[in-house]
């Protein structure tokens, strides 16, 4: 989920504003919360004051370590001069980091500025690495300590990709956006949500102070003036961690009421967001009565002045959005499908959809999806084959391009787990986009096949 810490919102700043979607590199920047002046990057090679002069604009770190920043961390990005391994630069507590703690969160609109790391002797940089680090020990401007944990580093950087792109750890653990302090404000294309006729939540703001808990549980109750009752799937829930953040493109859905009833966009309900307390339930806030119809694509105010709660507009069309969404490959149902070459173990085939651009599992179908006895070579025609979102993978702004494969699932784990470690890829495409997804068919390289899909709910 993409947040603006309400610490780090100036006075001015619209805390509905969203960042920019983090696949498309030639979407690049964002306004920032701090404004213009400073030093710009000039390059090729960088001098110190440069360096010095970055922001960070956005923040994303995922969970996965075995220490305790599962839940909760310090954390601070390093950029470590390449030729030497020295590290030059970071973000400190102080300025900004201690407000981003939550892994598997995405933060924007950020202002962080960085640091001349301590004891640091380069003076100008040619290469450059990102590292991203959970603080154990002394915070940034101490050098990285054996304290530390290491959450991802960055593949090698020229001046051109330090600025205003998306910056992944290789591990895919890990992603930064940074930006020069007299970057001017870009506009970002508006992005359209894909999913089929109904009522989904896409943004979520609201205030809650946890105290002392630093794992509130929140509900979202709905109700109907005729009495009916339903409340949003614990499991998406799981998600919502904190209050003051602002929680984008959740695709959650309402599915209380039917969308085929003639009188679905008349009805009128109201929704209640709640935290669980030692003594049940405990209202944080909600909505007036709406109709159902006048919620669609659109915004609803929570009483009080509490935050609000946002809707996705209704597109029927699948892959029409510029980018790939999790939600459309997720509709996939797949036909047909051809492959030359078969797996080793029966029944380990499996169909995987990666970001080329990070190289992340985004979704994948494996026996418990359909795809149960395509394990040897041949044609299969007649599947119902449907991907599901793999592992912790919540989408938030969509995919510039994606890879379909099939692997051979020798981990002795099975989708929507993530692999245990890299699977032998028996056939993969082409990088593909929404408008070749959109042809419901693609196939694979070096004649090693082919499949078709349609949308899921067109059958």
């Keep these: 989920m993409l947040f603006c810490p309400k610490s780090m919102k100036g006075e001015n700043m619209n805390p509905a504003r969203v960042c920019m979607p983090f696949m498309m590199v030639a979407l690049i920047l964002v306004a920032s919360c701090g404004g213009g002046g400073g030093t710009s990057i000039s390059g090729p090679i960088l001098d110190l004051s440069e360096v010095k002069a970055l922001v960070l604009d956005q923040f994303y770190v995922n969970g996965g370590m075995e220490d305790e920043y599962r839940s909760k961390g310090e954390f601070s990005v390093y950029v470590r001069d390449s030729a030497t391994g020295r590290d030059v630069a ?17 933060y924007g609109d950020l202002d962080v500025r960085f640091r001349e790391v301590e004891g640091n002797d380069v003076g100008s940089l040619a290469r450059f690495k990102l590292v991203f680090v959970e603080k154990d020990g002394g915070d940034c401007p101490d050098p990285i300590g054996p304290e530390d944990d290491i959450a991802g580093e960055s593949a090698e950087l ?36 894909s999913l089929a006729d109904g009522l989904f939540i896409d943004k979520l703001f609201f205030e809650y102070d946890a105290g002392d808990d630093d794992t509130p549980r929140f509900y979202i109750f709905v109700e109907s003036e005729d009495g009916g009752q339903c409340q949003v799937a614990d499991d998406l829930m799981d998600a919502i961690r904190a209050g003051d953040v602002l929680y984008a493109a959740l695709g959650f859905p ?35 009565f709406i109709a159902i119809g006048d919620l669609i694509g659109e915004r609803a105010e929570f009483e009080g002045g509490k935050g609000y709660i946002s809707f996705q507009g209704v597109r029927m069309e699948q892959f029409g959005a510029p980018v790939v969404r999790l939600a459309d490959l997720t509709a996939m149902q797949i036909e047909s499908l051809r492959h030359t070459e078969g797996t080793d173990t029966v029944g380990a085939l499996e169909l ?23 394990d040897a070579a041949g044609s299969y025609a ?38 245990a470690f890299e699977l032998p890829v028996l056939a993969k495409t082409a990088e593909l986009g929404p408008t070749e997804l959109a042809a419901g068919e693609a196939g694979f390289l070096d004649g090693a096949g082919e499949l078709s899909f349609v949308r899921a709910t067109d059958n």
Excluded at 255 to 276: K, M, N
Excluded at 363 to 372: E, I, K, R, T
Excluded at 397 to 405: A, E, N
Aim: charged share 20%.
């Design 90 to 106: 970071c973000t400190s507590q102080d300025d900004g980091m201690s407000s981003l703690t939550a892994p598997g969160v995405y």
């Design 158 to 193: 020229t001046s051109e990709e330090l600025v205003g792109a998306m910056i992944w750890a290789t591990n895919g653990r890990a992603a930064a956006v940074l930006r020069a302090q007299s970057d001017d404000p870009m506009s970002v294309g508006s992005m359209a949500p």
């Design 254 to 288: 309402i599915s209380c009421f039917d969308p085929a009833d003639p009188d679905f966009p008349y009805i009128e309900i109201r929704i209640g967001l709640y935290v669980q307390d030692d003594s049940g339930p405990k209202l944080v806030a909600e909505t007036d």
């Design 352 to 374: 995987h959809v990666t970001d080329e651009a990070s190289g992340q599992l985004l979704a994948c179908a494996g026996a418990d999806q359909g795809l149960a006895g395509v």
């Design 382 to 419: 007649g599947l119902a084959a449907t991907p599901v979102a793999a592992g912790w993978e919540r989408e938030i702004f969509g995919y510039g391009r994606v890879l379909l494969s099939l692997v051979e699932r020798s981990d002795g784990l099975a989708c929507p787990t993530l692999p």
